[in-house]
């Protein structure tokens, strides 16, 4: 018999931010970033959270900010930002919002040299990457011999499904643990981890605190809420992509008919990465290869 009505995983942000965004208790959120950013607890102990709010009340997730921002005491600017749908454009957006926490840290009549040090962590519950890594850094490097160019801007992004017995044994011990717990799918995956005896003591904190969140009813509310935004977030995708894929393989046909079974192709592909269809797509629609694909 299940323990709870309803099981909300930590992927969901409105609980991701309930169990890291405690003003209370921040050794949770000071461990995770210890894992992932691979740098002494101490670096973390006058962290300030700046939106720890849970806007409860007639939530527009469109518009809503539920991403975490941490400024730590080198004033250096961390987001943390939980993301379980893809899009074409994904690194663009990391990029872009990346530029604005870093040039927004510069007040009006300020040096440059006030500028200071934005980090963003992505936390993917799908594949960005080729690279089997689970957890990937950037910075920017010059092309020959790496050399550092600066270390204000720093991307990571833990890629969550990688978790495998690769990672297992590339990765610190610690980063393992929180991908296990932030990867935890429902009550048998949160048992599983919870018989674990050889769990830093804040993760198995972490897990109780979880557990006591599954029985906060309005809390559940509002997670339910968001999961029910997403799934409709999901549901109009996979609309707009029948419809592009659709209407792409409609006018590709006609344009190709005068034209030889090759070229025919060619013109399908070019209307459908003109309605926004992935390479992916395209390839199982068409044939080409992933390499002719992206050169048209």
């Excluded at 919870?194 to 972490?206: F, G, N």
Aim: hydrophobic content about 40%.
């Amino acid at each position: 018999m299940s323990k709870f009505k309803t099981f909300t995983t930590p992927r969901n942000d409105i609980i991701f931010k309930a169990l890291f965004a405690n003003e209370k208790d921040k050794q949770p959120l000071m461990s995770l970033l210890s894992g992932i950013l691979g740098m002494p607890m101490d670096n973390f102990e006058d962290l300030e959270i700046l939106n720890n709010e849970m806007n409860s009340e007639n939530i527009e997730f469109k518009q809503s900010r539920l991403d975490l921002r941490i400024r730590l005491k080198d004033l250096t600017e961390i987001d943390v930002e939980l993301q379980v749908l893809n899009h074409q454009a994904y690194k663009e957006r990391v990029l872009y919002y990346w530029s604005k926490m870093y040039s927004g840290s510069l007040q009006q009549g300020n040096a440059y040299r006030k500028l200071k040090k934005c980090i963003v962590i992505n936390i993917v519950y799908f594949e960005l990457f080729t690279s089997p890594r689970m957890h990937t850094k950037f910075q920017i490097l010059e092309t020959e011999e790496h050399k550092k160019f600066t270390d204000h801007l720093e991307i990571h992004v833990l890629e969550l499904i990688k978790l495998n017995a690769y990672n297992r044994s590339i990765e610190n011990e610690l980063l393992i643990d929180w991908a296990e717990f932030l990867r935890l799918r429902n009550e048998d995956d949160l048992m599983k981890l919870s018989e674990r005896t050889d769990l830093p003591l804040v993760i198995q904190k972490a897990i109780r605190e979880l557990e006591e969140l599954q029985n906060d009813p309005n809390l559940q509310h509002e997670a339910l809420n968001k999961e029910i935004f997403v799934l409709d977030m999901v549901q109009r995708f996979d609309d707009a992509m029948e419809r592009g894929l659709a209407e792409g393989l409609e006018k590709g046909l006609k344009q190709g008919k005068e034209h030889g079974k090759d070229e025919a192709k060619i013109e399908i592909a070019k209307n459908l990465k003109l309605n926004g269809i992935d390479a992916s797509v395209i390839q199982s629609a068409t044939g080409l290869d992933i390499e002719v694909i992206n050169s048209l």
